[in-house]
């Protein structure tokens, strides 16, 4: 038989490892509220990064395409040259063909010149003497 002593002994033993575990519990609980708050608030912070980075990407992109629209048109600017540079090209080539050169092409520019003096010269004379 038991005594009455060791009844409460064991009682109080009950009492006090049930005290301790509904202590464990509740640290347990605490523990699991902050980890779940923590994960909450990481996921929180994993969205803004994501959110972040997504607009980085967009406005690089934006960027990268204002350039190549900046680079198309800057290469159609250079197409247009060149085919005015190909005329002219063109022509100093047919030219050379004819067999003139540089100081054929000037001859001839001073030829035109000299006929149109010629052709005004009454007028140029007139306005040169104040008439």
Do not use: C
């Amino acid at each position: 038989m038991t005594t009455p002593k060791s009844l409460e002994l064991m009682i109080g033993g009950l009492l006090e490892a049930t005290a301790n575990m509904q202590r464990d519990i509740t640290e347990i609980r605490r523990d699991i509220r902050e980890s779940d708050a923590r994960a909450a608030l990481s996921y929180e912070q994993s969205e803004q990064r994501a959110a972040t980075s997504r607009a980085k990407l967009h406005t690089r992109t934006d960027e990268l395409i204002e350039r190549m629209a900046g680079a198309e048109s800057d290469i159609k600017m250079l197409r247009d040259d060149l085919t005015n540079v190909k005329a002219v090209t063109d022509d100093v080539t047919r030219w050379k063909l004819m067999g003139m050169g540089a100081l054929g092409v000037t001859g001839v520019a001073f030829a035109a010149l000299g006929s149109l003096v010629t052709a005004y010269w009454s007028d140029i004379w007139r306005a040169l003497r104040g008439m």
